[in-house]
């Protein structure tokens, strides 16, 4: 198995921090990761989704960006992992391990409530990414 891969990163955003140590870590053999991430302007409301799926060696697999013009942010941290583990199923990857930044959807896709406690799309959303599971 490939070793992890690490990255520093300069954060010029707050002069208090020089840099971060990110890495990213290979998942377990037989196993492909996939990574997701979305983002949202509260000014016009777009969205945006992303996000890479790698084997057990770190290789690149697939990627995938897109947008929408409305929604929150949540929506959006929520489409990308169903997008994501869409093209993993497309791909035959069954063993996938996720990762997101956003602990509030890990909280709702645990959450052993029906999806239909949810409602609207957030609601739908949790219920298709269960339904990839």
Known sequence: MQEDIHLQVALDTDPSFSSAALWWSCPPAS?????????????SRAMGIGGVLRDSDGHWIRGFS???????????????????????W????????????????????????PCSSSTGV????????????
Do not use: M, W
């Open 66 to 88: 897109d947008h929408r013009a409305y929604g929150n942010i949540l929506e959006a941290k929520l489409l990308a992992l169903q997008v994501g583990l869409q093209y993993a």
């Open 122 to 133: 957030i609601g739908l959303l949790l219920g298709q990414i269960k339904a990839l599971l």
């Open 31 to 43: 196993f492909s990761k996939l990574n997701v991430d979305g983002s949202f302007n509260p000014v």
């Open 90 to 113: 497309e791909q035959n990857h069954r063993y996938i391990l996720c990762e997101t930044d956003s602990l509030e959807v890990i909280h709702l896709l645990k959450d052993e409530r």
